[in-house]
């Protein structure tokens, strides 16, 4: 998901990647420091075949990345990938913003001409 602009599968797979607590918190850990599957899998209270498998998830979805080093696997996260899940999620505040203005706009147009808003009674 590195492109600008991410196919819609590309997308799923980062969200519904991201829908898990353990695999938010594992893609977390390794943006901030990459770490071994075996050393995660000792964080969580599940088993290391578990884990194995959240990072699966997460390598699927391009959220992270392995590298074999000797006996281990060393996950890292990828930011590029975060980045541009951020950029579809802005796009969608963009969309929301856009609306909120159109609403704005309608309500200082009605101000104006005085139709449909009514003005609050005065005691």
């Given amino acids: 998901m590195v492109v600008d602009r991410p196919d819609d599968e590309d997308v799923d797979r980062v969200f519904a990647a991201l829908a898990d607590r353990t695999r938010?918190?594992?893609?977390?850990?390794?943006?901030?420091?990459?770490?071994?599957i075996s050393s995660l899998a000792r964080r969580y209270e599940m088993s290391f075949a578990a884990v194995?498998?959240?990072?699966?998830?997460?390598?699927?979805?391009?959220?992270?990345?392995?590298?074999?080093?000797?006996?281990?696997q060393i996950v890292r996260g990828d930011v590029d990938t975060v980045r541009a899940a951020a950029r579809v999620l802005d796009h969608y505040?963009?969309?929301?913003?856009?609306?909120?203005?159109?609403?704005?706009?309608?309500?200082?147009?009605?101000?104006?001409?005085?139709?449909?808003r009514s003005e609050p009674k005065q005691e």
């Fill in 93 to 116: 505040e963009e969309l929301w913003r856009g609306r909120l203005g159109r609403m704005a706009q309608v309500l200082a147009e009605t101000d104006q001409t005085g139709s449909p």
């Fill in 24 to 36: 938010r918190d594992i893609v977390t850990r390794v943006l901030w420091e990459e770490a071994s």
């Fill in 52 to 72: 194995q498998k959240h990072v699966a998830v997460l390598e699927r979805a391009g959220l992270v990345r392995k590298e074999r080093r000797g006996r281990e």
